[in-house]
Each structure stands twice: as structure tokens, then as C-alpha cells.
């Protein structure tokens, strides 16, 4: 399986600032998965982020909120604007794969 | 959509015990995983089970995908155990849907 290496594993963030999140991949993917986990809940999936074309969003994530890029098949990033309180999560990456999904050690972001 | 649920939502046991958690999905799936995220939250890979029976060690899971579960069970319980054990679907659209699920808390 891929080796996922996401990056800041932590940050505390002022509110009304931005954080960029990288995702970097050992092997070239043809998506890229980007998810959020609230406190004490399941994961929730952002975006599909594939190289070459804008990300698809799921219903209730917008893209300046979180905007996405996919500059080749082996990095991503995510990052989340303007950010309030309510953005306080774990956010994870994951690359498609053959044998099942597996996950970047993810991001805890505490916005103040 | 389809609907992935898992019980129980919470358990505690004693270090020793064994247990069962069961995930349900609505639909037909081409893939699942049982994932166990740790008190650090990463999410470790347990089981990638779209049918049949596998075993790791202590842990082993069984998928029948005619009447739409999977069972994770742990055996011989240890407090490294504890953590939330996720049940995760892939319908062939290339997404991954969670459940809610289970928190697992060993009693010393």
C-alpha cells in the first residue's frame, strides 16, 4: 500500500486565517481523497481531487472554503479559508488504491 | 444513499474479554474495510473484507455480502485495543462512506 506523508500533523490557528495542507504519496494515483473528521464523529468526505481537472465537492463543502490543487499524480493540497472555530477537525488524505483505502496520519487544525 | 451503521456505539470491557462489533450497509458494495483509529487519531488499516473470513492474529473479520454485513472480532482483549473501530464501504463510485462507529474502551 502507499506510503502517505501529510503535513502540519498539528496546527493552532487564528480565526479568520488560512492553512494549507499537504499530501505527498510514494506512488503516482489517479485520485486523491480529502476528508474531515469533527470531534467525536465519523469522517466526513470533502473533495475528489484529480490531477489535471478542478476537484468535485460534496454537497455541503464549497470550493473557496476549501480549495484544492493537484498539481501531478503524487501531491495534493487542502486548504481551509478563512477558517471559524466550527473548522476545528482532523482533516485526512487518501490516495485511491487497489487493495483499499488507506490514510495520511492526518491533520489536527484547533482554530482559536 | 447508501446507509453504513455500526453497533454497538460504545463498549467497555474488561482487559481478557473478547467482543464482536457489527457493521450493516443497505446496499451492495464492491469493497470493505474495518479501520481502527488510535487515541492520536491515525487510521490504521485492519481488514479489507468485501467477503469471506480473514484473521490477524487476535483480530479477525468476516464479510457476507448476500445479507449486507461484516463482524469485526477481537479476541483476548488489551488495553491497546481501545480506540474507535470504523466500518468503511466502497459502492463503486469510487467513494468511501463510514459509519458512525464503535468506541471501544479496555479496562485494565
Known amino acids: 500500500s502507499a506510503v502517505i506523508s501529510q503535513k502540519p500533523s498539528r496546527d493552532i490557528c487564528q480565526r479568520g486565517t488560512s492553512l494549507t495542507i499537504q499530501c505527498q504519496v510514494d506512488?503516482?494515483?489517479?485520485?486523491m481523497f480529502w476528508y474531515r473528521q469533527q470531534p467525536g464523529q465519523s469522517l466526513t468526505l470533502i473533495a475528489t481531487a484529480n490531477q489535471g481537472s478542478e476537484a468535485t465537492y460534496e454537497s455541503g463543502f464549497v470550493i473557496d472554503k476549501f480549495p484544492i490543487s493537484r498539481p501531478n499524480l503524487t501531491f495534493s493540497t487542502l486548504t481551509v479559508s478563512n477558517m471559524s472555530p466550527e473548522d476545528s477537525s482532523i482533516y485526512l488524505c487518501s490516495p485511491d488504491g487497489v487493495d483499499g483505502y488507506t490514510f495520511g496520519s492526518g491533520t489536527r487544525l484547533t482554530v482559536v | 444513499g447508501i446507509q453504513v451503521e455500526q453497533s454497538p456505539p460504545d463498549l467497555i470491557l474488561q482487559e481478557g474479554a473478547n467482543s464482536t462489533l457489527r457493521c450493516n450497509f443497505s446496499d451492495s458494495v464492491n469493497n470493505l474495510q474495518w479501520f481502527h483509529q488510535n487515541p492520536w487519531g491515525q487510521l490504521i488499516n485492519l481488514f479489507y473484507?468485501?467477503?469471506g473470513t480473514k484473521q490477524n492474529g487476535r483480530l479477525s473479520a468476516t464479510t457476507v455480502a448476500t445479507e449486507r454485513y461484516s463482524l469485526l472480532y477481537i479476541s483476548s482483549s488489551q488495553t491497546t485495543d481501545s480506540g474507535v473501530y470504523f466500518c468503511a464501504v466502497d459502492c463503486g463510485d469510487d467513494k468511501i462512506i463510514f459509519g458512525k462507529g464503535t468506541r471501544l474502551h479496555i479496562l485494565p
Open positions: 506512488s503516482q494515483v489517479t485520485m
Open positions: 473484507i468485501p467477503s
